[in-house]
């Protein structure tokens, strides 16, 4: 099995955290620190995990960052006057509310209330609409962003390609289609997004010069679903049983990458393709924070 055509996320996430460092650098040297807030509600173990990995990159990049923890059963009025208190703390210059929040607690109100300057996440409809309209200006949602950097630094062509996104997520599949169908350089792309109500979905993918996977549906793309020379982008994030690992589970994306990887022109590992990235964006969108605040 050839190794030479996959996307190391692990690698260009690492050079661009590289290119940060010289940012805040910069930053500092003029007497600014960029600092981040994290807010989880409730003890969803991978949510935990998610926000371990930012505060670890945080830190060794020199970004400030602070962990707020609310229990699972905080109403949504005492997490918006945290909210209030983060937007108004000049040491912070993004926030992040890691999702899925609970019930109680509606997600668009919180997008809504993270000011659109801090909201380094990229889902103020501020910055949702910016993104509509190629409006650079705004923050981009960190892993349809982090998808874009790893095509961009890995020579993959956009203009003019067939792309099917699989999935039309808030997080993910939406934003992905919309930075895809921009007018411009490192766009440009003839985008169709599948779903569950998509007939035939294997026809679509059949012709696909670039797949990006974002069900969180366990190696769903098959070999035959994918043209030969495709450009395979997997953002899925799942957990299946297996007996020979030590916790009796393992991760795995939403492509069958063993047997899609042969057939691919370039295929993101999963995990250490996609996953990395969406850390360096955040972090990337912080350091942004941080420079136009000051
Ligand atoms: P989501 O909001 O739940 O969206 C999933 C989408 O997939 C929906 O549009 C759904 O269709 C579609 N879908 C599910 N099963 C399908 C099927 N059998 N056939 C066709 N369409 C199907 O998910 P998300 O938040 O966008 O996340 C998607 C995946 O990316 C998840 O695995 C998530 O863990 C992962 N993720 C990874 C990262 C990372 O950093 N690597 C970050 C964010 C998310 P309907 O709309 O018709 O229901």
Known sequence: MSQNNLIDGRAIAAQIQGELTQRIAALKAR?????????RVGEDPASKVY???????SGELGIFSETHVLP???????????????NADSRLHGILVQAPLPKQIRQEVIY??????????GFNPVNVGKLMLGDDTGFKP???????????????????????ILGR?????????????QKGRHANSTVTIC?????????????????VAAMGVAEFVKADMVKPGATVMDVGVNRIADATSK????????VAFAEVQPIAGRITPNPGGVGPMTIAMLMQNTVRAAEQAT
């Open 31 to 39: 007497g600014v620190q960029p600092g981040l807030a994290f807010v």
């Open 51 to 57: 926000v371990g990995r930012k505060e670890k990159t």
């Open 72 to 86: 699972e059963a905080t109403s949504a009025a005492d997490l918006l006057k945290l909210l209030a208190k983060l």
């Open 112 to 121: 809504a209330t993270v000011l659109p300057e801090k909201d380094v996440d």
């Open 142 to 164: 960190c892993t349809p962003a982090g998808v874009m950097e790893l095509l961009i630094r890995s020579n993959v062509k956009t203009d003019g390609a067939e792309v099917v």
């Open 169 to 181: 997520g808030n997080i993910v599949g939406k934003p992905m289609a919309a930075m895809l169908c």
């Open 195 to 211: 779903h569950s109500a998509t007939r035939d979905l294997k026809a679509h993918c059949r012709r696909a010069d670039i797949i």
């Open 247 to 254: 916790t009796g589970t393992r991760l795995v994306g939403d």
